[in-house]
């Protein structure tokens, strides 16, 4: 059974920074893309950031370019998103999302689901 296990998770102040981690299990998760969506009160969830299992491809949204990282240890199946320069609009809960191949995390086609970390910024 495949889990999902985010952390890093937080109140912090605009501005400022956090790290949030992923934890995936049970299962080997080669050619698994990887990542994070997030959902804001009030609205849908949407796709943040991606990374291919080799790491050569990566995925952005508009909204959080050159502020947000994300980044994958597959000898540990974990993936990272590096959140900097963080505005009230970040606020959410953020989803880490796992599914086989690349093309399909672009897509939205999300084979596994974490439960979710909130992450609140204050103005």
């Known amino acids: 059974q495949v889990q999902l296990v985010e952390s890093g998770g937080g109140l912090v102040q605009a501005g400022g920074s956090l790290r949030l981690s992923c934890a995936a299990s049970?299962?080997?998760?080669?050619?698994?893309?990887m990542g994070w969506f997030r959902q804001a009160p009030g609205k849908e969830r949407e796709s943040v950031a991606g990374?291919?299992?080799?790491?050569?491809?990566?995925y952005y949204a508009d909204s959080v370019k050159g502020r947000f990282t994300v980044s994958r240890d597959n000898a540990k199946s974990t993936v990272y998103l590096q959140m900097n320069s963080l505005k009230p609009e970040d606020t959410a809960v953020y989803y880490c999302?796992?599914?086989?191949?690349?093309?399909?995390?672009?897509?939205?086609?999300?084979?596994?689901w974490g439960k979710g970390t909130l992450v609140t910024v204050s103005s």
């Open positions: 049970g299962r080997t998760f080669s050619s698994y893309a």
């Open positions: 990374i291919s299992w080799s790491g050569g491809d990566t």
């Open positions: 999302a796992v599914t086989l191949y690349y093309r399909r995390y672009v897509r939205g086609d999300i084979d596994y």
